[in-house]
């Protein structure tokens, strides 16, 4: 193509970004007041925020090192290990997972991240 110039690093460096960006860009974060307690809350908020493909599960957790400051995400969640707390990264508002550190009421055993509103001490989580 005469008159063309076609860079493919820049090409593939965009492609990159859109593709990443759309990962922690579009989990589409929302500061919220508190988190679901209850599975009906949980499936009603779920609703509300309208997650999409590929980042289609609802989560709400503690954000990390932040007492009494909650958010919502869109996320892919999993399996979330025994004794572990699931909280919002401060910086990026990703999920991470956390020691539990309460003397009860952590989980007992590996819960799939959107059963969180079982463990309300997760909630808590500061350290």
């Given at each position: 193509m005469e008159g063309c110039i076609f860079d493919s690093s820049f090409m593939v460096r965009l492609i990159l970004s859109l593709i990443v960006c759309g990962?922690?860009?579009?989990?589409?974060?929302?500061?919220?007041?508190?988190?679901?307690?209850?599975?009906?809350?949980w499936r009603h908020r779920s609703e509300k925020k309208q997650c999409k493909e590929p980042i289609s599960d609802f989560m709400c957790a503690a954000i990390e090192n932040q007492q009494g400051r909650f958010g919502?995400?869109?996320?892919?969640?999993?399996?979330?290990g025994k004794?572990?707390?699931?909280v919002l990264d401060a910086d990026t508002?990703?999920?991470?997972?956390?020691?539990?550190?309460?003397?009860s009421g952590c989980p007992p055993n590996a819960y799939i991240s959107f059963d969180l509103y079982k463990y309300?001490?997760?909630?808590n989580y500061s350290r």
């Open positions: 990962y922690v860009c579009g989990n589409l974060f929302k500061e919220v007041s508190s988190c679901p307690s209850s599975e009906e809350e919502e995400i869109c996320t892919v969640v999993g399996l979330t004794g572990k707390c699931v508002y990703n999920l991470n997972f956390v020691r539990c550190y309460a003397t309300p001490v997760c909630y």
